[in-house]
């Protein structure tokens, strides 16, 4: 038997405090409540997922180059504030060639200008915002689907 493709689910700046700051933007969700649920959808698709948060450029580009080791098929990663200012991350994301999903709990495009600018858009498969916890599941099954699609 053949081992699930692995998908990690990547989370920026200040997500780890999803459910306490500014949950009219963001939402009452926790970010392990989110996890939990992205978890739970990976194991009807077939796929086994990985989670990692952190508040450091350094960590993040740090994880996404273990991605190729790791066996990674898919990323799906919510860059938060790194979105409009890390061409380092991009340039790591590229470096992998590693196909990924942007994900944003809130519609960038309602919110202050500098937000509508994104770093990543442009090398993603996708781009999902303004859904809230719901846009992380559909990016799973976006990646889902293209894995699938690409297994024959």
């Not at 380092?88 to 309602?110: K, M, Q, T, W, Y």
Request: hydrophobic residues 45%; contains cysteine.
């Amino acid at each position: 038997m053949s081992l699930s493709p692995l998908i990690w689910v990547l989370h920026g700046p200040n997500l780890n405090r999803l459910g306490q700051r500014e949950p009219e933007i963001y939402g009452s969700a926790t970010l392990d409540q989110i996890n939990q649920k992205v978890s739970q959808r990976g194991q009807v698709l077939g796929v086994q997922t990985d989670f990692f948060q952190t508040n450091h450029e350094g960590a993040m580009i740090e994880k996404i180059h273990q991605a190729p080791a790791a066996g990674v098929r898919f990323i799906v990663i919510n860059p938060a504030a790194f979105t409009h200012t890390s061409v380092a991350i991009r340039d790591a994301l590229a470096s992998v060639s590693i196909p990924f999903v942007e994900v944003h709990l809130s519609n960038v495009h309602r919110r202050e200008p500098f937000r509508h600018q994104s770093y990543f858009s442009d090398l993603a498969e996708a781009v999902i915002c303004g859904l809230g916890p719901a846009g992380y599941v559909s990016a799973l099954e976006f990646a889902a689907e293209r894995i699938a699609i690409t297994r024959g």
